[in-house]
């Protein structure tokens, strides 16, 4: 039976670093895929040209995907932690309560960028485990971000300690093309960001469990 599945990305590109190739599997296993992404660009950080290249980018990548809804809340990127809570929370519970997805994914909380742990912080507060049945999830499980996540200072209480792998096989392939829809935010090797560092970690993860290639993730809750 198809689930509903919803990547919750801070940024554009968040998903396809985190969970790109599980978000391939589901799609191949006939889920139905939910987008909700919280921050924009905005000038004058951006001159106009980039961003409207940045919204060619997103719509590339749903397809890619085949994403059947793409939520933008548009909130101001770097400056997320600065939003107000009830905006925020608010959008996040109306893409959940529109989507009911079984599963959530979402950026980690011990990540060194701030916008990323405004995000886990507002989303653990909307996902508390006694409106879990009522919202139709059932498991939330936390992504690692190239950039973000590894570059956090070292801290065991906010460490990215992952007990979920998934084999996503050949499918590192496809995620590296697809990032590659990121003209404006791919970084070359040897950067984060690079081709060769998304195979190098997806390689490490997959190493673990002893399959090619895989994604690792934090299993924040799981209802039987």
Request: glycine residues 6%; hydrophobic residues 45%; contains cysteine.
């Amino acid at each position: 039976m198809a689930e509903n599945i919803l990547v919750i990305a801070v940024h554009p590109d968040d998903e396809t670093l985190g969970c790109g190739g599980t978000l391939l599997k589901h799609r191949e296993a006939g889920d139905i895929l939910h987008w909700l992404i919280l921050t924009s660009a905005r000038e004058p950080q951006w001159p106009k040209n980039v961003l409207e290249e940045k919204t060619r980018e997103i719509e590339r990548v749903a397809a890619a995907y085949g994403m059947a809804t793409t939520t933008r809340a548009g909130f101001p990127a770097a400056q997320l932690d600065q939003v107000a809570q009830n905006e925020l929370l608010g959008k996040i519970r109306e893409t959940i309560v529109a989507t009911r997805p079984s599963v959530v994914y979402l950026v980690h909380g011990g990540d060194v960028n701030s916008d990323h742990r405004a995000a886990y912080e507002a989303a653990s507060s909307v996902l508390k485990p006694f409106h879990l049945l009522k919202l139709g999830v059932r498991r939330i499980l936390c992504y690692e971000t190239l950039s973000s996540t590894d570059a956090a200072p070292p801290d065991a209480n906010r460490a990215f300690i992952p007990n979920v792998f998934v084999d996503i096989g050949n499918r590192i392939d496809r995620k590296i093309e697809i990032m590659g829809l990121y003209a404006t935010e791919i970084q070359a090797d040897p950067l984060p960001r690079g081709p060769s560092a998304i195979r190098a970690l997806a390689r490490y993860r997959g190493a673990t469990i002893a399959v090619d290639h895989a994604e690792a993730f934090m299993l924040i809750r799981d209802l039987a």
